[in-house]
């Protein structure tokens, strides 16, 4: 399925030489002197290492992984991305725009400035499956009555604000739960994976997967050999994650 167009990700932050990093943590458990004074290696000497000895023939040693880290900005997903997005939450760090924040752009949506999908996220048209395994379409005249619904629920939260005095907090209940947010995460590169594969898989939730496929060519350009031995040996196949 198509990435909806107003999902992003982007880079805020990243470790800077991080399979070196995670080699000289690597190389600290086993060496008799100070890591501090040994020279660092080349990264991509480094790279290799690592994946050698961390990560080939299934060794599981993720440990020293957990030294390098990434930032990412996303933007525009539905509220049930973070919602499932934030229960990862050992070696992850999460800030969330808040609701307050968000809700001006949905007042904008009912003075007609915003359009209202750039508020309020719904699937594109299509056949589905439900958890049942039953099969359903989605068609235009539903999403136009559901986007309808949303342009609505958008202007009667303006007017519980404006006219009753209504607080943001109480206001967004009259919303659909799947308006827009955006989010800052870091993860270290072992908690990126684990993300990756809880989230990367098949039955993922359609719209979180589509996040870590945004965020599969950060991670190789990051690591490039850490991400050719994940996308060969774990990518979309529901492994148990370390």
Not at 67 to 96: E, K, L, M, N
Not at 99 to 111: L, N, P
């Amino acid at each position: 399925m198509q990435i909806d167009p107003c999902f992003q990700v982007g880079v805020l932050s990243q470790t800077r030489n991080p399979a070196t990093l995670c080699w000289q943590a690597m190389h600290q458990d086993y060496s008799e002197g100070w890591v501090f004074h040994d020279e660092p290696l080349d990264e991509g000497k480094a790279s290799d290492l690592i994946v050698k000895h961390l990560l080939l023939g299934g060794r599981g040693h993720y440990g020293p992984l957990e030294h390098a880290s990434i930032t990412f900005a996303v933007g525009y997903f539905p509220h049930s991305v973070i919602q499932q997005a934030r229960t990862h939450r050992v070696g992850t760090s999460w800030d969330v725009q808040s609701m307050r924040y968000t809700g001006k752009r949905i007042a904008a949506v009912a003075e007609g400035i915003v359009d209202v999908e750039e508020a309020f996220y719904l699937r594109p048209v299509g056949d589905y499956t439900n958890r049942q395994g039953k099969k359903y379409s989605y068609d235009k005249q539903q999403r136009d009555l559901d986007l309808q619904y949303c342009a609505e629920s958008a202007s009667r939260y303006k007017v519980a604000i404006e006219n009753f005095g209504a607080s943001e907090e109480h206001a967004r209940g009259l919303l659909p739960f799947d308006y827009r947010q955006h989010f800052v995460v870091t993860f270290n590169l072992r908690s990126l994976m684990h993300f990756l594969d809880l989230r990367g898989k098949a039955d993922a939730q359609i719209e979180i997967h589509q996040m870590c496929q945004l965020i599969m060519p950060y991670f190789e350009e990051w690591i490039p050999s850490v991400h050719t031995w994940y996308a060969k040996n774990r990518w979309g196949k529901a492994r148990l994650a370390p």
